[in-house]
């Protein structure tokens, strides 16, 4: 897992408040299809961690020049995902610092913890 750098991490308040303000960004959910079943964030597109080097021209596409932002269950493969989209050339990533369990605790309780 790469370093954890605070330039690289937004925080859940901080991606919340992009959401409510309808900011221009794209929140890619690297976890595994059965993990986005048990819970997500609205408007979050799911692109499993191991198929983004694969589909980092899609992310390109789909980004069109916003932030992307990341995020998994606990902000760790969140942070490996943002790293390897970087690497593929990908601009402008960053990942959801404690991912969908802080987004639980902090944002909304309503989204179930496992």
Known sequence: MPVRNPEWEVSVSDVKRMLDEKAPFVLID????????LCRIDGA???PLGELAARAD????????RL???HCHH?????????????AGVAGVKSMAGGID?????V???????
């Open 58 to 65: 899609e992310i390109r596409r789909i980004a069109a020049g």
């Open 102 to 106: 802080e987004w639980s605790c902090v």
């Open 75 to 87: 902000g760790g493969r969140s942070l490996s995902a943002a790293a390897a989209l970087r690497e």
């Open 68 to 70: 992307i932002i990341t």
């Open 30 to 37: 690297v976890r595994e299809p059965d993990e986005h079943r």
């Open 108 to 114: 909304d309780p309503r989204v179930p913890r496992y």
């Open 45 to 47: 597109q799911l692109i």
